[in-house]
């Protein structure tokens, strides 16, 4: 079926029939073995193990067991109550899948789940295995817990627990803050316990430094490395994608060229890569060269190929000539994908043209391709921007129904977007949902709430979230703590005000504790004013 770009009047987004194409949704509430590096680099690439919201998924136990667990660290923790004696008298059946299930609860909370990961590595019958110890390593490496986290990895050393998918958690971690020199050190560890280093691991070190724009530094392990390990070809396309990314297009010329020089052709991955980094540096002559390049000598385009053209046009609102891409695509016996019907949906959307967004979802499914998690949220962005909560909650509930579970960027959108148009109490519903699904607030999501309930006059209940980040071992919500102090001071309590200045002082935060304080002082003196008049 040819696409074409509908010539009748433009539907108003508000018109849109969600309501018939929902209809009928309600909101519910409702032998681990050790890889090789090329096995579980693999898998990685493969994407076969199970996911959550794309991060990876552990095996299912009694949910009604992990939400009782759940249940009391939430509520004692918050208090600062001995969480882990009334974990002890609640006759918890421990399991490395309840370990697991309940630390991914927790994983934007490293205070509470190492709490809960130490109770449990000391009840009796129950030992931590490479599994627990890699969910508790992704927590710290995730929260730059390095200290804490090397400290688990020499454990898991002692005990033989280490795994290649743990010295990629570490790698990864490092990479992301920008430590090289700690990422590189892992590959000492690995030899300390015997671990052999070979391509694929050096391979996954440099994609984690081109993850995290560390191109540079990943080219100089490169060079230091050449006599110890044989390059392949995902090796050169590694160190391409990550110059592409950082948009040296000179640097990725040169990598191309010593991929051929060393024998190794450039596949249709390297090509798809080279020409996103052509589009991202804005040659997009250069880019529509090459693509002509590979239909006429090869690698013929994939889905991915044309993807990368056609989001790129519809960045551009170049819809046109995007349907034109697709159906050429069609045309050469290339079938479309989810992704690609996500790019045009989210470029017909800009423009308002609801009428086809609403044909191209009846034809996604009509080929077989029913919307995933990304059209979903691409979607729910859509309506959001356009302050229209309402419809981004049928979207949601639509989500559900096909059994995609929703991400913490799903509940975020629909959150901020409800507070946006002053519905606090159907903010405050999205939040609970939230938590009720099990889905953990991350910074953004407390920021969000946070903003809501100042803006409600609830700054005494916001003051208590943000204490609760804090006690949580998350970061402060980046606010204007000025104007949170004006706010405050109109509706709030100097007590939890100086409460909360407090904390932020011995947290570090010295200029948030010192605005706040002023704030509690300017209080005071006016609450005596009002006294003596």
Known sequence: MTLSISHKTTTSISKLPFSTLFAGSSLPHGPYTTLTATQFLQRQRNGCQRRRGGEQMCLPCDPDEVDRVCKVIDELFALDRNMEAVLDECGVMLSHDLVVDVLHRFKHARKPAFRFFCWAGKMPGFEH??????????????TRQFETMVALLEEMGEKGFLTMETFSIAIKAFASAKERKKAVGIFDMMKKYKIKVGVDAVNFLFDSLGA???????QVVFEKLRDRFVPNLQTYTILLNGWCKVRNLLEAGRVWNEMIDKGFMPDIVAHNIMLQGLLKCQKKSDSIKLFEVMKAKGPLPDVRS????????????????????????????????????????????????MDTVYDLLKEMRERGYPPDGRTYNALIKLMVSQHMPDDAVRVYKKMVRSGIEPTIHTYNMI????????????GRAVWDEMRHKGCCPDDNSYTVFIGGLIRQGRPDEACNYIEEMMEKGMKAPQLDYNKFGADFSKYGNPVILEELARKMNFAGKFEVSNVLASWVDMMKKNSKRTVAT
């Open 415 to 426: 959150m901020k977007s409800y507070f946006a148009t002053k519905n606090y109490e159907m």
């Open 306 to 353: 044309y993807t990368i053209l056609i989001q790129d046009l519809c960045k551009r609102n170049m819809m046109q000539e995007a349907v034109d891409y697709f159906n050429e695509m069609v045309d050469r016996g290339c079938q479309p994908d989810a992704a690609l019907y996500t790019c045009l949906i989210t470029g017909f959307g800009r423009q308002r043209k």
């Open 129 to 142: 295995d490479s599994r627990t110890y890699n969910s508790m390593m992704s927590i710290l490496g995730k």
């Open 212 to 218: 995290a724009k560390l191109v540079k530094e990943a």
